[in-house]
């Protein structure tokens, strides 16, 4: 039975659009139209139209990027573009059975790269998609940053110019036509070609908009109702059209995408479902590695961390209660996260202070603490010791990680554990009985917001919530599963439930 109930979990998950929150991930907001209530509107189109600007007629150098979850990754669908119906101009980034397919147009030729390789599952995933474009006719295709196709167009030349305007959302050429379905988020355009360590460089985290050679740059954060604002440097701002369909939304992302204090940091790597067959794992070579909890199919969660890039080991900002033995790593990680997961840490500690001394390499489990704080200038909290610790390596288990720095701290006192707090309390709500008939309860520490889904991922009852104990009448829905999210301002619980 249980097996049973986790392939439904898995459909149900397929089918929801998008995560109904106050709080909003790292990755902000995303341009998303579901498919279902899409077909059952009669295919409209809906889709972005920007003005014709001159810095989008790329020449001879272009990078497009960006980050997506598509309904299905089989079928033809254009993603944006600038080019004319005669098919002599412009360009166009899309995909098309499983694999990435970009086109450029000029009256010479007409050249589609595809590869034979990479990661590119049917559905349920964000992947990055990117397509670069040089003088000497190279058209190159990367998922996740990595190079999976490339084909050399000859003569080469730069793409011809149009006065078309910039399409997001579905065929440039025709407003009606391969229309994309799912999220879309961090869309990018630059007038060079980025190499393929450029590219994995920023892929994580959000841009500022005055990057070099950046052309256009929409990551919807800031879209309302019908108005698009491109976030680059040239304002080159678009309609949505159709925007009063039931079929859109500017939703909240569950992309991997860190905010802007994650662009700051270095060595930025992630885990979420979509990065490929080890997408559970993120293994790095500067001290901090993590194992995280993230199943099949969950596409809305995801962990995104980088450091300070320093080395060594300092004393400063030490917890409240510790003494002179105390010391932690110079280097600290910062980390975004969405989902609510736990994870498995493992600290290195030669690798985390290259050519530097070290904190202590000889404890024991005991001495070796998971420092936390908010910002930069606090004092760090102590959250956990370490589950083992042997040759110069601390692990932690079961870990729920927040948008926090963390670094590892060494004392031979034992050092207090910090106490469940208001930002962590979702982790103790309480939803019972389950199974349930007609009525369940709702036990919490400060108010929520409940939102209940059936399986097909429509709402079907919502209600704002002050803490305590809450009787909640679902004898309207029916027998079956469904799954209840509740939020506050700083967090996401989310729980199946069976009405029988």
Same mark, same amino acid.
């Given at each position: ?125 964000w992947l990055h998609l990117a397509s670069t474009y040089n003088g000497y006719g190279q058209l190159i295709n990367y998922v996740n940053g990595k190079k999976v196709g490339e084909i050399t167009v000859f003569p080469p030349g730069p793409i011809i110019e149009n006065e078309s305007p910039f399409i997001i959302g579905l065929a440039p050429w025709d407003e009606y036509s391969f229309e994309f379905t799912g999220g879309l988020d961090e869309l990018r355009v630059w007038n060079v070609e980025k190499s393929e360590s ?12 005055? *990057? ?7 990551? &919807?954060? !800031? $879209? ?6 491109? /976030?680059? @440097? =040239? ?12 079929a859109f939304t500017w939703a909240n992302s569950d992309a991997p995408i860190g905010n802007s204090t994650m662009a700051q940091q270095f060595d930025i790597e992630a885990s979420w479902y979509g990065k490929g067959a080890d997408f559970n794992y993120a293994t790095t070579e500067n001290g901090f590695s993590l194992i995280n909890s993230i199943e099949y199919k969950e596409f809305w969660k995801y962990i995104i961390f980088g450091h300070n890039n320093k080395s060594g080991k300092t004393s400063e900002n030490a ?12 280097? *600290? ?7 609510? &997961?736990? !994870? $498995? ?6 690798? /985390?202070? @290259? =050519? ?145």
């Amino acid at each position: 039975m249980r097996k049973k109930y986790k392939i439904l979990t898995a459909i149900f998950f397929l089918f929801i659009g998008f995560s109904v929150s106050a709080q909003q991930n790292s990755a902000g907001k995303m341009f998303y139209v579901d498919y279902d209530i899409w077909k059952d509107e009669g295919y409209p189109g809906i889709y972005v139209k920007c003005p014709h600007h001159d810095s989008l007629n790329l020449g001879s150098e272009f990078t497009l990027e960006v980050w997506l979850r598509a309904y299905t990754f089989g079928e033809n669908r254009k993603v944006f573009g600038k080019m004319t119906d005669d098919f002599n101009n412009g360009y166009v980034l899309g995909f098309e059975n499983l694999q990435v397919y970009t086109e450029v147009f000029n009256p010479a030729n007409h050249h589609v790269p595809r590869g034979d390789d990479g990661y590119m599952p049917v559905d349920s995933v964000w992947l990055h998609l990117a397509s670069t474009y040089n003088g000497y006719g190279q058209l190159i295709n990367y998922v996740n940053g990595k190079k999976v196709g490339e084909i050399t167009v000859f003569p080469p030349g730069p793409i011809i110019e149009n006065e078309s305007p910039f399409i997001i959302g579905l065929a440039p050429w025709d407003e009606y036509s391969f229309e994309f379905t799912g999220g879309l988020d961090e869309l990018r355009v630059w007038n060079v070609e980025k190499s393929e360590s450029e590219i994995q460089q920023n892929m994580f985290n959000e841009l500022s908009g005055n *990057e070099s050679n950046l052309v256009a740059y929409f990551n &919807f954060n !800031s $879209d309302a109702d019908s108005t698009v604002n491109d /976030a680059g @440097p =040239n304002s080159i701002n678009g309609v949505l059209k159709n925007s009063n369909s039931p079929a859109f939304t500017w939703a909240n992302s569950d992309a991997p995408i860190g905010n802007s204090t994650m662009a700051q940091q270095f060595d930025i790597e992630a885990s979420w479902y979509g990065k490929g067959a080890d997408f559970n794992y993120a293994t790095t070579e500067n001290g901090f590695s993590l194992i995280n909890s993230i199943e099949y199919k969950e596409f809305w969660k995801y962990i995104i961390f980088g450091h300070n890039n320093k080395s060594g080991k300092t004393s400063e900002n030490a917890p409240s209660d510790a003494d002179d033995s105390f010391e932690r790593l110079q280097r *600290e990680w910062y980390v975004n996260t969405a989902g609510g &997961f736990e !994870s $498995d840490l493992v600290f290195d500690i030669a690798k /985390a202070s @290259p =050519n530097s001394e070290t904190i202590n390499t000889n404890g024991t489990n005991k001495n070796y603490v998971l420092l936390t704080r908010n910002n930069i200038d606090e004092a760090y909290k102590v959250v956990a010791t370490a589950n083992v610790a042997m040759q110069g390596v601390a692990y932690f288990t079961n870990i729920k990680l927040k948008d926090k720095f963390y670094t590892l701290g060494y004392s031979t006192k034992e050092l207090q554990i910090n106490s469940l707090n208001t930002e962590d309390y979702l982790d103790a709500i309480s939803i019972y009985p389950n199974p349930a008939e007609n009525f369940i309860f709702v036990q919490t520490e400060l108010p929520v917001n409940i939102i209940v889904y059936n399986i097909m991922g429509k709402i079907v009852y919502a209600k704002n919530l002050e803490s305590g104990k809450t009787e909640i009448d679902l004898s309207g829905l029916g027998r079956g599963m469904y799954v209840i999210k509740a939020h506050s301002e700083n967090q996401i619980f989310n729980s199946k439930i069976i009405l029988k």
